[in-house]
């Protein structure tokens, strides 16, 4: 499927070094986008990554560094993409936090504690929030734009120590349809992109990994997990002008786990 109009446009995306962040700028950048896309702890995988882009997708990329659990500096983050790209069409909020900073978050409901519940929540909904408005202020400028936040189906069904991540990921899909419902005048569609398990590193890091894998295979009528190029297709989908009317919209993607039981 071709998205011909999306070339030469420019896309934001925080956590594009890994997993599905890293599956969404290959695609975007396989229809000629350009990107700028941030890192955390993987500085040398970023800029080989830009090499590869660059080479491969005769686009422009630049990375940056990025700390959700420091939304504010999202407005340093947009200062310095300004002076590398004329404008920005697309934002895509979807980085994750884990390892230390979500200890008391990523846990049994016994054992959560706030500090590590506001990490995820500082770092999913606060995260989104600040960069969306930073975003948004720059897609006034060009006539409108496209922002997204991933999200996941942890918020509709249970799953296992998930209760930080999913109740921090309803609160954002709300938080998008609020944005939606006032940045609409501008141009700007926000929508939600939701995925089922999804084999990343994130997956791989929870503690019944395996568990999680064989149900969802089990589970989906399409007998596999889910791939981070399913959510990107999904991503690349909702961006371009065939979803112009879609608008405060969750697309879940997740091989119809979400409806089966087992
Ligand atoms: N995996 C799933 O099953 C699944 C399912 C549904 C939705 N999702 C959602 O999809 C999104 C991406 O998840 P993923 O599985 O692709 O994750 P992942 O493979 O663990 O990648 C995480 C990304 O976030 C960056 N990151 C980590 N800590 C950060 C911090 N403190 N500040 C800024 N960036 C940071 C990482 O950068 P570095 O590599 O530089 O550290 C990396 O690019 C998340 O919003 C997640 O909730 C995941």
């Known amino acids: 499927m071709g998205y011909s109009e999306m070339k030469g446009k420019t896309l934001v995306i925080s956590g594009g070094t890994r997993g599905i962040g890293k599956a969404i700028v290959y695609d975007f950048a396989k229809q000629g986008v350009n990107i700028a896309f941030t890192y955390n702890s993987n500085e040398e995988m970023a800029n080989e990554q830009v090499k590869d882009l660059e080479k491969n997708y005769g686009i422009k990329a630049k990375t940056y560094p990025l700390n959700i659990l420091e939304?504010?500096?999202?407005?340093?983050l947009f200062k310095l993409i300004d002076e590398d790209f004329d404008e920005i069409n697309y934002f895509i909020s979807n980085a994750i936090i884990s390892g230390r900073p979500v200890v008391g978050g990523y846990t049994k409901y016994m054992k959560l504690k706030p500090k590590g519940i506001n990490n995820i929540f500082t770092a999913t909904v606060n995260a989104f929030v600040v960069g969306s408005q930073e975003a948004a202020k720059r897609m006034e400028?060009?006539?409108?734009?496209?922002?997204?936040?991933?999200?996941s189906t942890g918020n509709l069904q249970y799953i296992k120590h998930y209760a930080g991540h999913g109740t921090a990921k309803a609160a954002v899909e709300a938080m998008a349809r609020y944005a939606a419902a006032e940045l609409g005048e501008m141009n700007i569609r926000v929508?939600?992109?939701?995925g089922g398990p999804i084999e990343t590193d994130a997956l791989r890091a929870f503690t019944?990994?395996?568990e999680v894998r064989d149900t969802t295979a089990k589970l989906s009528p399409l007998n596999r997990m889910g791939q981070p190029q399913d959510i990107a297709g999904?991503?690349?989908?909702?961006?371009?002008?065939?979803a112009s009317w879609m608008t405060g919209h969750t697309l879940l993607i997740d091989g119809g786990t979400t409806f089966q039981t087992c």
């Open 191 to 194: 929508n939600i992109v939701s």
């Open 71 to 76: 939304p504010e500096t999202y407005k340093d």
């Open 141 to 151: 400028k060009v006539g409108g734009g496209s922002i997204i936040s991933i999200s």
């Open 234 to 242: 999904a991503c690349l989908f909702v961006c371009s002008e065939k």
């Open 208 to 210: 019944n990994y395996e």
